[in-house]
């Protein structure tokens, strides 16, 4: 029999503690959960999912618009903010309770409150103390606001779901896909957006031609965007407005400021020095391949060790750690060709090299590339166009990475990511029979290259 009250317990209730505390206990392992907030995490709660309803939303306002190209006509519609807000919340409030209810179900015990360590095998919640064998620590991140005069002024991306009012004019901080997405979203809800960004172009680390491509397509579409532009100081007036003080000397005035300047892995309160744990320049709780720490007894994963922060990784991560603790696993968590979405307006969806990063591991890639406008839009009236593109290793015809930039974007690249992964090469793409008529068919029907390059040289 155990000395311990549990063989694990988990601090966090976020994706990947949930899905690692399931997984243990259909393992036969003696789990608990401690969560502060609501089960689900930042994904559930405030990110993903209420992020994604809200996309769909603006989404429908340009479908209004659009409509009359194909035969709908009606009135202008009228957008109703609490409506969505609190149909948000609703949907959001059900999954909270499956959530609880999987827990309960694999017999997981799940405590309400903050937890923090005492020591490598103690926690404590809300004044009570328990043991494990081992403990796990999946807090996640939390945003991170410029420190600022003004800056309790700024809203985070926690608070942009719940507004009591929509406002009129909306200024967004930050290049991140955060600030991208939701700049999207409110433009699409009637709101004048500006988005300023301290760099030369937003979404760093994502491919240069469709971080140009998405620019140009927002700011068609009537979002200000403004590249190599910081906030220096907030003002709020006696009307409730506020004045944005910009680092080249400029103001603009405002109603809502959300900043969206990056997010820091949540360790507060969480007891770290206690038990001795060690985390990295950045605040990350440092791991190794299976997700344990510097203690034996502690093991972290999700965002609070700032690999990559995705709900999909973060789950995987889990799923890796029970079957290396529980069912003898030896096979690390392979973090290549992870695809992923930003779901801006227009969408992005991407897997493997951006072509950046290709032509620093490749000795030549060939580019392929398209940029049209879809069959959609013959009838809709908007110039939106789409871009799609794919690096290919000269040397062996691999496909290393996959782009697009346009609608459906996540869903189409989710497809080509198994390909991907499978060690797809361009010849296998050409004799795939495209599906007529989609935009995805151009990804197998791009024939002719648009140029070749190579880290040497300029593009042939």
């Given at each position: 029999m155990s000395n311990y009250d549990y063989d694990l317990f988990v601090i966090g209730a976020g994706s990947g503690g949930v899905r690692t505390a399931r997984m243990a206990a259909a393992e036969g392992v003696k789990v608990a959960i401690a969560e502060k907030s609501k089960p689900g995490g930042t994904c559930v709660n405030l990110g993903c999912v209420p992020k994604k309803l809200y996309v769909h939303a603006a989404e429908y306002g340009a479908g209004f618009l659009q409509a009359p190209g194909f035969g709908w006509q009606s009135q202008a519609p009228l957008f109703e903010w609490p409506v969505l807000r609190d149909n948000k919340s609703e949907a959001i409030s059900k999954l909270n309770g499956m959530y609880g209810e999987m827990l309960s179900n694999v017999g997981v015990e799940m405590f309400d409150g903050h937890a923090r360590l005492l020591d490598a095998h103690r926690v404590n919640v809300n004044g009570k103390e328990f043991s494990?064998?081992?403990?796990?620590?999946?807090?996640?991140?939390?945003?991170?606001?410029?420190?600022?005069?003004?800056?309790?002024?700024?809203?985070?991306?926690?608070?942009?779901?719940?507004?009591?009012?929509?406002?009129?004019?909306?200024?967004?901080?930050?290049?991140?896909?955060?600030?991208?997405?939701?700049?999207?979203?409110?433009?699409?809800?009637?709101?004048e957006v500006t988005q300023i960004y301290r760099r030369d172009l937003f979404l760093r680390g994502f491919d240069?031609?469709?971080?140009?491509?998405?620019?140009?397509?927002?700011?068609?579409?009537?979002?200000?965007?403004?590249?190599?532009?910081?906030?220096?100081?907030?003002?709020?007036?006696?009307?409730?407005?506020?004045?944005?003080?910009?680092?080249?000397?400029?103001?603009?005035?405002?109603?809502?400021?959300?900043?969206?300047?990056?997010?820091?892995?949540?360790?507060?309160?969480?007891?770290?020095?206690?038990?001795?744990?060690?985390?990295?320049?950045?605040?990350?709780?440092?791991?190794?391949?299976?997700?344990?720490?510097?203690?034996?007894?502690?093991?972290?994963?999700?965002?609070?060790?700032?690999?990559?922060?995705?709900?999909?990784?973060?789950?995987?991560?889990?799923?890796?750690?029970?079957?290396?603790?529980?069912?003898?696993?030896?096979?690390?968590?392979?973090?290549?060709?992870?695809?992923?979405?930003?779901?801006?307006?227009?969408?992005?969806?991407?897997?493997?090299?951006?072509?950046?990063?290709?032509?620093?591991?490749?000795?030549?890639?060939?580019?392929?590339?398209?940029?049209?406008?879809?069959?959609?839009?013959?009838?809709?009236?908007?110039?939106?166009?789409?871009?799609?593109?794919l690096l290919v290793d000269s040397a062996t015809d691999k496909v290393v990475g996959a782009h697009m930039a346009g609608e459906g974007a996540g869903e189409t690249i989710q497809g080509i990511a198994t390909a991907l992964k499978a060690g797809a090469t361009k010849t296998h793409f050409d004799k795939t029979i495209g599906i007529h008529p989609t935009s995805a068919e151009e990804f197998v029907t791009m024939r002719s290259k648009i140029r070749t390059v190579s880290k040497n040289s300029q593009p042939a």
């Open positions: 494990a064998e081992r403990i796990l620590l999946a807090t996640g991140g939390q945003p991170s606001l410029p420190e600022i005069p003004g800056q309790e002024h700024l809203l985070s991306s926690d608070q942009i779901f719940d507004l009591e009012q929509l406002p009129k004019r909306m200024l967004i901080v930050g290049g991140g896909y955060i600030a991208t997405e939701f700049a999207g979203i409110f433009h699409g809800l009637g709101v240069t031609e469709v971080r140009e491509f998405v620019a140009k397509q927002m700011q068609k579409k009537g979002i200000d965007l403004r590249f190599n532009c910081d906030l220096s100081s907030v003002v709020k007036a006696t009307d409730g407005s506020f004045t944005a003080q910009l680092k080249d000397g400029s103001s603009l005035q405002t109603d809502l400021i959300l900043a969206a300047t990056g997010r820091r892995p949540n360790t507060h309160n969480l007891g770290l020095e206690k038990a001795a744990v060690e985390v990295n320049q950045q605040g990350a709780v440092i791991v190794d391949d299976f997700y344990q720490t510097n203690v034996p007894s502690i093991y972290a994963l999700g965002d609070l060790i700032d690999r990559v922060q995705l709900t999909p990784v973060a789950l995987a991560e889990g799923m890796t750690l029970v079957k290396h603790l529980y069912q003898g696993g030896t096979e690390p968590f392979d973090y290549s060709l992870i695809p992923t979405a930003v779901f801006s307006q227009p969408n992005i969806g991407t897997v493997g090299l951006t072509e950046e990063e290709a032509i620093e591991q490749y000795p030549q890639i060939d580019v392929y590339s398209t940029n049209f406008r879809s069959l959609k839009h013959a009838l809709s009236g908007s110039g939106e166009r789409v871009l799609m593109k």
